[in-house]
């Protein structure tokens, strides 16, 4: 495991320790929420917790969930405890950017109902403004996904629809991810706001004022950020 590896895990575990026995835990995605996902299988095995219940945000983490020994249910109304979750740009006010592993209407859905969210990421996910480093993900319908881009391509001119092999991805929910370029100067809201009002898309990788804290793992040890 290479130094930043092992400071990820740190980060994970120093989220995992907020969770408390016989809480709702939503479950990341990702390679450092898979991190959370492991302690908290050790923590049940060796009975540091207990009561547990996990909601997974992708079929990924329910599976890895399973396999350590969390129990896992369907989201349903009642509010989750906390959630532990990466991310793929943290702003200094704790604005995210998230769903470049293609999970971001899962995560939504599951974080908007959590008490407590907090993200886990390495120090290359810092940024000063989102739109830095990544592109904003964008869920959008299978069906007629062409015109939903040219009417979004309106106002984020740059971007592509997202690809693996010779297809393009496809979500757990059946959707497609249309990675977008964000403009250098931009109000997130707004934004939000616009994207989510245009007609064939389902939801956008705009998390604002959701994380709670954030602990982050750098070459001289993990750092805690709190909004």
């Keep these: 495991m290479s130094d930043l590896e092992a400071l990820k895990k740190e980060a994970a575990l120093r989220a995992v320790a907020l969770v408390q026995s016989g809480q709702r835990v939503g479950l990341g995605t990702g390679s450092t929420a898979k991190y959370a996902i492991e302690e908290l299988g050790r923590l049940l095995q060796t009975g540091e917790l207990q009561g547990i219940v996990g909601v997974a945000t992708s079929k990924a983490s329910a599976e890895l969930a399973r396999e350590v020994g ?25 604005d995210l950017v998230k769903g470049l ?16 969210l907090i993200i886990i990421a390495d120090h290359t996910k810092l940024v000063k ?14 069906f007629g996904f062409l015109s939903t881009i040219e009417r979004l391509r309106e106002f984020l001119p740059g971007g592509r629809l997202r690809m693996v092999g010779a297809g393009n991805f496809v979500t757990d ?40 804290r954030a602990f982050v793992a750098a070459p001289d040890g993990v750092q805690e950020l709190e909004r």
Excluded at 73 to 89: H, N, S, V, W
Excluded at 104 to 115: D, F, G, H, N, W
Aim: glycine letters at 8%.
């Design 70 to 94: 969390v129990p896992v249910e369907d989201l349903d109304p009642r509010p989750l405890d906390i959630a532990i979750d990466g991310a793929d740009e943290i702003a200094p006010n704790l």
């Design 101 to 116: 592993g293609g999970a971001l209407l899962r995560e939504k859905l599951t974080e908007v109902q959590a008490r407590r």
């Design 129 to 142: 403004q989102l739109g830095e480093k990544a592109p904003l993900p964008i869920e959008i319908a299978q």
């Design 173 to 212: 929910n059946g959707n497609y991810i249309y990675d977008a370029q964000l403009p250098e100067q931009f109000d997130p809201a707004e934004l939000e706001r616009r994207i989510k009002s245009t007609l064939g898309v389902v939801d956008t990788g705009l998390f604002l004022g959701m994380a709670e």
